[in-house]
């Protein structure tokens, strides 16, 4: 894939909801350990959130750090597998609230973890060939984990913005090429009718996660002429906090380069959004100059790897709107039963 | 009929959008032909602030029913950075934090959601502002 030109990230929003639930209190119910829990705790969205308010909420940062006209955006992609409606898009629910305007391409897409990533790819591509001057890229996702399965201990809920213009002195930083690596790999899936996806256990490791990232980003390396030792930083997609943490250590990269932008341990796997906040992260605290790896992942399976390089327009945009550790860090706990009552679980007929 | 009457009141309800008299400076939800208040014909389009300070609360202990996952809920007079006041339930607070002066902040939240089949009205809801 030839690298992109003249494309960079104007602004960019981490929205999570203000509810956690701890691991350990998930493992008081079903009976698991300390040493068996993957996250220590992850999010829960409110009785009143779903995968498009969140969406929203991001992409409002993203526009407010960006300082642009809303309706100069052209083009709103949002990716969940937790869309509210089956039928009626999300993209149009997001314009409307941030107040684009009606000439404006919305699509939703959906790709299990990687669905926001590929709208970050889309995006960029309409701002490369000149059709739009901004687009946004949202990941949005409240994530579903059957009572009990492993998945619960991990399944949160999280949103991710980035609004994408064409290079100019003030951007936030430039995208300089992505790639994706996909195969047909069932290890995991959620049929239309089904509240809760179902998983291989045996695919979830070496032949989904490991493969598919470690194939985007050695194509990245062998395609696009970089080299590991580029980056400072690196994020990974993260249903854990081991999985990421992995892949770093077979790729030979530093754990140092990896801390900053993780963020599973106090969120858990918030799906479409999971690699997009930790990008968040690491932007939130990156320096001018700086290079950045992403590399997504989503089930059924691909990933999408991304390098991203940090400009000088950062160190004033970013002051616009308040950190997403400002989010991460403001946080109510809720039992386990509260928690099945915010999401849901409990049937009321 | 819920659904045009949800249709119609999307950039409040979404934006905090609305009509502002020319005249006496009242604010209005929706355009109407003259001004409530002071009969006056000019009125401008304007987008209220979305931060302002908690001027008075109540706890909603009964609620309709379906309100059920929210309940209780809290209702919550906003006056708005600009000096309007408006009505708005509040959401994601500690009950301890809530108190007359709290600044707050909008966020686009599910109002109501018309069964299994209908429609999710979305809109603006107050909390404690994040900063």
Not at chain 2, 19 to 39: S, V, Y
């Amino acid at each position: 894939m030839a690298r992109v030109t003249g494309v960079a990230i104007h602004g960019y929003g981490g929205y999570v909801p203000r509810y956690r639930i701890r691991a350990e209190e998930i493992g008081r119910i079903w009976n698991r350990g300390d040493p068996e829990l993957p996250v220590n705790e992850k999010t829960v969205a409110a009785p009143d959130e779903d995968a498009t308010t969140m969406a929203v909420e991001a992409a409002r940062i993203a526009v407010k750090m960006a300082g642009i006209d809303p309706r100069k955006i052209g083009a709103i992609h949002v990716g969940s597998e937790s869309k509210p409606y089956a039928v009626k898009p999300t993209g149009t629910v997001v314009s409307a609230a941030i107040g684009a305007g009606t000439s404006l391409l919305a699509a939703d897409l959906e790709f299990a973890c990687k669905a926001g990533t590929e709208a970050l790819q889309l995006i960029t591509g309409l701002v490369e060939t000149g059709r739009i001057e901004y687009g946004l890229a949202i990941g949005a996702d409240t994530a579903q984990g059957r009572p009990g399965d492993a998945l619960e201990f991990t399944a949160a809920s999280g949103a991710a913005a980035f609004l994408v213009g064409s290079m100019d002195n003030a951007a936030v930083a430039s995208i300089e090429a992505w790639c994706s690596y996909v195969t047909d790999t069932p290890d995991f899936w959620r049929r239309p009718n089904d509240r809760y996806p179902m998983h291989t256990a045996r695919f979830t490791g070496q032949p989904a996660y490991f493969r598919h990232i470690i194939g985007a980003v050695k194509s990245l390396m062998d395609n696009d002429g970089y080299s590991l030792n580029d980056f400072d930083y690196f994020v990974f997609h993260q249903p854990n906090v081991k999985f990421p943490l992995a892949v770093a250590k077979s790729l030979g990269v530093d754990e140092k380069k990896i801390a900053p932008g993780l963020v599973a341990d106090v969120l858990g796997n918030t799906y479409s959004a999971c690699s997009l906040l930790g990008l968040v992260k690491v932007l939130d605290s990156a320096l001018p100059g700086q290079a950045i790896l992403l590399a997504s992942y989503g089930s059924g399976a691909g990933s999408d790897a991304f390098v991203i390089r940090v400009l000088e327009g950062i160190s004033e945009k970013r002051e616009r709107v308040p950190k997403l550790s400002s989010l991460i860090n403001d946080k109510i706990y809720v039992d386990y039963a509260v928690y099945l009552k915010f999401r849901e679980k409990i049937s009321m007929r | 009929m819920r659904v045009p009457r949800y249709w119609r009141n999307i950039p409040f309800r979404y934006r905090l959008v609305g009509w502002r008299c020319n005249h006496c400076g009242t604010f209005h939800q929706e355009k109407p032909i003259i001004c409530k208040r002071c009969r006056h014909r000019e009125l401008y389009e304007v987008e209220l602030p979305k931060t302002g300070k908690l001027v008075a609360y109540t706890i909603v202990q009964s609620t309709p029913k379906e309100f059920n996952l929210v309940s209780p809920y809290a209702i919550g007079l906003v006056e708005l950075d600009d000096g309007t006041r408006i009505l708005a339930q509040l959401t994601d607070f500690r009950e301890d934090e809530l108190r007359e002066g709290l600044r707050v902040e909008a966020v686009f939240r599910k109002i109501r959601v018309d069964g299994e089949q209908g429609i999710i009205e979305y809109g603006y809801k107050f909390r404690p502002l994040i900063e």
